[in-house]
């Protein structure tokens, strides 16, 4: 099942990004970042209209990623030497120096979900130094917090700007997000086939195989449960006997001879329609 809501904001890494000669990025080892407090986005682009016959003839959209901030309990150590290259003296103090420019980093993260958490990456993103506060502790101690300006841009090569998990994302992809930075490879192939299809008790003839779309049973029984499970998370089902609908999962109330049950699966652009054509006696 699909998430319906977000909230919470966990797990954070971290990723230098460095390019080759041709502009082609390479990302390091994630580094978790103790202490994520709030993480904020706003697209930055433009929206371009062209008018014509006294109309919008014609939009342009152009996405140059997003602005935004970053907040944590503190800053780490690895963090201030690394992104924000401060540097560490002889006697272990760490210098800011106004010479020096911030690193371009990858940042992943994890945010709750209803269902499942969703784990996300901005591919490139270039840090301002941040904003700290400290006060005096009155009658009640409240910690003080630092925050960093944002900007995330879309990478020189490919132009990709952020990405995401989904229910389709391969498990061990999904398991090893924060070992390395993900990179987009090929296309996703819409499935819409199913793994499982039952008729309670009824045995379908043939077993029931993904690759195979029609079957026969016969029943004595008034009703039957039927469920359907789609290969993808992703994917929607929608279930009729002779033309009237029926939920997925429950039961199915016979019409004496013959019965039609069709099973539509849609993923995207994919769809299949499973037969099962059932003799009631």
Request: a negative charge; proline letters at 5%.
């Amino acid at each position: 099942m699909s998430n319906k809501v977000f909230f919470g904001l966990s797990n954070v890494y971290f990723a230098l990004v460095t390019f080759d000669s041709n502009g082609t990025p390479t990302f390091g080892v994630p580094h978790k970042h103790p202490g994520a407090v709030n993480l904020t986005l706003e697209v930055a682009g433009s929206v371009t209209p062209f008018y014509a016959d006294n109309i919008v003839y014609y939009q342009a959209t152009a996405n140059q990623g997003y602005t935004g901030s970053m907040e944590f309990a503190l800053y780490d150590e690895w963090f201030r030497m690394n992104v924000l290259k401060e540097i560490k003296d002889e006697a272990g103090v760490l210098v800011e120096n106004a010479a020096v420019q911030p690193a371009p980093v990858a940042m992943l993260y994890q945010v709750e979900g209803d269902e499942k958490q969703a784990k996300r990456v901005l591919y490139y993103v270039q840090v301002e130094r941040p904003n700290e506060t400290s006060a005096t502790i009155g009658e009640s101690t409240e910690p003080q917090t630092a925050t960093a300006n944002i900007t995330v841009m879309p990478l020189p090569n490919t132009q990709d700007v952020k990405a995401h998990t989904t229910d389709d994302t391969d498990p061990e992809v999904y398991a090893n997000w924060f070992s390395e930075v993900h990179v987009r490879s090929g296309e996703f192939t819409p499935d819409a086939t199913l793994k499982a299809l039952s008729l309670g008790t009824v045995s379908l003839s043939p077993t029931f195989s993904s690759a195979t779309k029609e079957y026969t049973a016969t029943t004595t029984n008034a009703t039957n449960t039927i469920s359907a499970v789609a290969t993808l998370a992703s994917s929607t089902i929608a279930i009729t006997n002779n033309g009237k609908p029926v939920a997925n999962g429950s039961p199915i109330t016979w019409d004496s001879g013959e019965n039609t049950v069709l099973i539509k699966v849609t993923n995207g652009s994919a769809s299949e329609t499973y037969t099962i054509t059932v003799t009631k006696s």
